[in-house]
């Protein structure tokens, strides 16, 4: 199983919302890409192997049909299984509202050059377009003067850099972002008006940083008291001297501590301050696909400990988890929760992009991956996501229903969607 910790490489650069430079940019962490490869089976739906090119018809309907083209590295050594796993989102979600919609799945190699060239080569015959997977291929297109039409990048920018302001209004950036987990969690605990600081902890670790530095600036913005704390590691353990030092710096007037780790290194932290003082963290805390909890070794030294994940790790009687079908893998392999997320991830991609398509300027969707806000202005594109907030019981990450998830977002004038 990858972790979203240091276990892997390629989701980090996904899934943490890297920046618009080159090496920290993707949707994809550094952690998930080194282990990403062998982990997924050559059973995802509708995935015999990576296929280049596919064009999917709707049904017969009058008119012309949206063209739809999604541009996933699906034949990269290191990037493939996690476009795999987007693209079997996508089309399960095609599948239930394909009436209208062509799409055209396209592999757009998973270099800059090569994403751009695809990109603008995609242009003419699309009504909108859907990727790319990482951020430095972002960037690129962002950058290329090139996006005439809507664009859905498949990768999340940091909303507290200036990067985030470049984006040309038609492009709309909705990828997972540990980093927009980090700031959620800040709104939580402010939110509950603790008194005392809040200790933000990580290691050295590029992704951790990125989710410390995204805490401490949103915490500080709410009036939170933060500090930051950063431990050493090696292979993922955390340093024995550093977690005593700090059992003794937070042993006064601590109100909460945010963990930007996984479940491995928070078990150690709990260990060491015991389970008086609260513990919030992201998705990082849960190790496990929804679906795997069932029969899993579960792990009481983490119980009370915060976290938020996505719906479709979360809520299995939630409207939109329910139907649709679940990733599948071979029976001799390990479900990755890395590529879970990705799976939804697609799955919400073809919700959005289909209203979009629509030309719905603002709208809201109970999404696979949280709930959405999207306006698609002249002016700038934005996207929000909230996920909802879970707990360890029983040694089990088990959701909450009475907790506040964050600040609100700004509300939108349009109806709901679900």
């Avoid at 008006?193 to 600036?217: C, L, M």
């Avoid at 933060?226 to 710096?249: H, N, R």
């Avoid at 029969?295 to 009370?304: H, Q, S, V, Y």
């Avoid at 939109?320 to 799976?343: F, G, N, T, W």
């Amino acid at each position: 199983m990858m972790h979203w910790g240091a276990k892997s490489v390629l989701l980090g650069t996904i899934l943490c919302g890297l920046c618009l430079s080159a090496s920290a940019n993707t949707t994809i962490d550094e952690k998930t890409a080194a282990n990403a490869a062998p982990k997924v089976s050559a059973n995802l739906p509708g995935i015999e192997a990576p296929v280049p090119t596919v064009i999917l018809q709707p049904p017969a309907v009058a008119g012309k049909p949206l063209q739809f083209t999604l541009l996933l590295p699906l034949q990269s050594t290191s990037l493939g299984n996690a476009a795999n796993a987007v693209r079997a989102g996508f089309l399960a979600a095609y599948e239930r509202e394909k009436s209208g919609i062509a799409v055209n799945v396209v592999d757009s190699g998973d270099t800059a050059e090569e994403v751009v060239s695809s990109y603008t080569n995609a242009l003419a015959a699309s009504d909108i377009l859907i990727g790319p997977l990482t951020r430095g291929s972002a960037a690129a297109i962002a950058q290329s003067g090139a996006v005439r039409k809507p664009t859905i990048s498949l990768t999340q920018t940091d909303v507290d850099s200036a990067a985030s302001s470049q984006l040309p209004p038609l492009m709309l950036a909705m990828g997972l972002s540990v980093e927009d987990e980090a700031r959620q969690v800040a709104g939580w605990i402010a939110s509950l008006k603790p008194a005392g600081k809040v200790y933000v902890v990580s290691t050295s670790t590029s992704w951790q940083r990125r989710a410390a530095k995204a805490f401490a600036a949103r915490g500080q913005a709410l009036g939170l008291e933060t500090v930051v704390v950063e431990l050493g590691s090696t292979s993922g353990f955390l340093s024995a001297a550093d977690v005593a030092q700090f059992e003794k710096q937070q042993a006064e007037k601590t109100a909460a501590v945010f963990v930007a780790l996984d479940d491995e290194q928070t078990t150690q932290v709990r260990a060491a301050i015991g389970a008086s003082t609260p513990i919030y963290g992201t998705a990082q805390l849960n190790p496990l696909a929804l679906v795997d909890w069932a029969g899993a070794k579960r792990t009481p030294e983490l119980n009370g400990v915060h976290l938020v994940d996505i719906p479709w790790q979360l809520q299995a009687d939630h409207p939109a988890v329910m139907i649709y079908p679940h990733l599948e893998v071979a029976a001799d392999q390990k479900r990755s929760v890395d590529l879970e997320r990705l799976y939804a991830l697609g799955i919400d991609a073809f919700r959005v992009a289909r209203q979009v398509a629509t030309q719905r300027k603002q709208f809201e969707l109970d999404g696979v991956t949280g709930k959405l806000t999207v306006s698609f202005g002249k002016d700038r594109a934005r996207f929000e996501r909230i996920e909802p907030v879970a707990i360890y019981r029983n040694g089990a990450v088990t959701p909450l229903t009475s907790e506040p998830a964050a600040i609100a977002p700004p509300p939108v004038t349009k109806p709901l969607d679900h």
